[in-house]
């Protein structure tokens, strides 16, 4: 059974950094890209950041561009997405995610696998 599972979520002062964590179990990710969404209450999930299967290429939403960088490990089967200068804007439960098709994808329907979210809360 494919599971994503994140860590690192927290509560973290504004200007406060954090690092999530997520972690692919039941088959392997090298193939595919990965990506980190956020969405907080009475918002649509969002994306936040995506890297392609290699790792070579990724994209950031302007609300988190040079503030937040998304990195994968492929022989840990695991995608890190590192939070730095948090602001309470960026308060939201964040979530893994991983497309089967495509090696690099943007959009949100091209994602099908989802790991249970993490919070991150910060305050200010």
């Known amino acids: 059974q494919v599971q994503l599972v994140e860590s690192g979520g927290g509560l973290v002062q504004a200007g406060g950094s954090l690092r999530l964590s997520c972690k692919a179990s039941?088959?392997?990710?090298?193939?595919?890209?990965m990506g980190w969404f956020r969405q907080s209450p009475g918002k649509e999930r969002e994306l936040v950041a995506t890297?392609?299967?290699?790792?070579?290429?990724?994209y950031y939403a302007d609300s988190v561009k040079g503030r937040f960088t998304i990195s994968r490990d492929n022989g840990k089967n695991t995608v890190y997405l590192q939070m730095n200068s948090l602001k309470p804007e960026d308060t939201a439960v964040y979530f893994c995610?991983?497309?089967?098709?495509?090696?690099?994808?943007?959009?949100?329907?091209?994602?099908?696998?989802w790991g249970q979210g993490t919070q991150v809360t910060v305050s200010s």
């Open positions: 890297v392609s299967w290699s790792g070579s290429n990724s």
């Open positions: 995610a991983a497309s089967w098709k495509y090696g690099w994808a943007l959009a949100r329907e091209a994602y099908d696998a």
């Open positions: 039941g088959r392997t990710f090298s193939s595919n890209a």
